[in-house]
């Protein structure tokens, strides 16, 4: 491992190597080489002219307060595992993010098992990521389906929908037009929509089958966006699969962290499994913000100190006014101290309370000002249902 170690923008035969890798290091093929060959940008680490390190990366919006933010999204990423423990995927990280960086992303989500190489390098979980079962049976007697109807097929309105949904939270993907299209090829996905009769569309529900191996089917939800009401009567249309699937499971991330599953059901059985977390990092910190949505009846001017990519610390002073924001250096001293992880949760409104500030670390002197500013982001909660 001698000779010299480059990085560069994958073109075809490069992009054939990695594939080659990524299915040697992952121990299995990975769809997305082929889906999203068209759409991700590709960079690679080339050793001898072969292919050690690599990964995908998606410039798209995610909403944060209502608004689109450019972000730097990164999947796939692997080291041939002759080249691990020499921290190239620290290097690779860089790499990967400088083109997406210079075309206008200003914030970076990942979603990564290795969570402490990721928080090395400034990104942070918001919030916890679970996958959910529950048996069909519970679903069917505590849910009903009222006088909603559901109907085969996405539409346009149905997209218009889960757009409108997602602005709501802080973290979903604002789909391309292709990103519908991707995931219906990758993974074989089924849709139904919800409606009362001669209503709009109220509900979205994306889900997959699998035979099972001895009778009926597995059954696993992608896509799970409700308006409100219409939640309960899509539990109630998963509860009538129960003659041929024992269970339904809900993705990683897929339910939205609201309660009317638990709140709903007769017994309480369901099995929640923890998954490695989304994590999102400030990469742009006055553009992030200017960028970002915040509330029209919040007038403020909060002085905070954030670490810097060095380690030392800077002086900011954050002004929010009728829905916009701007932040800017200054030499006042901040009253609220943020790590560059805990900017980025509390960007994603990932701190609910300033009793759950402190406990992430967080120093704040007066509370007031710890308060102001958790409220200036808590207007939405943040979730990630989309997988890239």
Not at 81 to 106: F, K, Q, S, W, Y
Request: neutral net charge; proline residues 6%; aromatic residues 10%.
């Amino acid at each position: 491992m001698n000779q010299q170690l480059t990085f560069a923008p994958a073109d075809d035969s490069l992009w054939e190597q990695y594939d080659q890798l990524a299915t040697r290091a992952y121990g299995h093929p990975i769809d997305d080489m082929s889906h999203l060959r068209e759409h991700a940008d590709l960079q690679v680490a080339v050793r001898g002219g072969r292919v050690v390190a690599g990964g995908l990366g998606l410039l798209v919006d995610q909403y944060f307060g209502g608004a689109p933010v450019p972000s730097a999204c990164l999947g796939d990423g692997c080291v041939a595992p002759e080249e691990r423990g020499d921290h190239l995927a620290t290097d690779m990280a860089t790499e990967r993010l400088r083109p997406l960086i210079d075309r206008g992303a200003v914030i970076s989500a990942i979603v990564t098992s290795s969570t402490g190489y990721a928080r090395h390098l400034g990104w942070e979980a918001p919030t916890d990521v679970f996958a959910w079962a529950v048996a069909t049976d519970d679903l069917k007697h505590s849910f009903t389906s009222e006088d909603f109807q559901a109907e085969y097929g996405l539409t346009d309105e149905a997209e218009a929908l889960q757009r409108d949904l997602a602005r709501q939270w802080n973290g979903p993907i604002h789909r391309p037009t292709w990103w519908t299209r991707w995931k219906q090829d990758k993974s074989n996905l089924t849709t139904y929509r919800f409606a009362r009769p001669g209503h709009p569309t109220a509900g979205l529900l994306s889900l997959t089958t699998k035979r099972h191996e001895r009778h009926g089917m597995s059954l696993t939800v992608h896509d799970f966006w409700a308006a409100s009401q219409p939640a309960a009567a899509m539990l109630a249309f998963l509860g009538r699969h129960n003659t041929r699937a024992r269970t339904i499971t809900f993705r990683r991330g897929a339910l939205p962290p609201y309660p009317t599953l638990l709140h709903g059901l007769r017994h309480h059985r369901t099995t929640a499994e923890a998954w490695h977390p989304w994590m999102l990092r400030i990469l742009d910190i006055p553009e992030a913000i200017r960028l970002r949505g915040w509330p029209g009846d919040l007038t403020t001017a909060v002085p905070i100190e954030i670490e810097n990519e060095t380690g030392g610390w800077g002086r900011w002073m954050l002004q929010i006014k009728a829905g916009a924001a701007e932040i800017m250096h200054t030499h006042i001293e901040g009253q609220v101290t943020f790590t560059r992880r805990q900017l980025a949760v509390w960007y994603a409104g990932g701190y609910r309370s300033t009793t759950s500030a402190r406990m992430a670390g967080v120093h704040a002197v007066p509370e007031k000002a710890l308060a102001t500013l958790i409220r200036s982001t808590a207007q939405f909660e943040p979730w990630l249902p989309d997988h890239f």
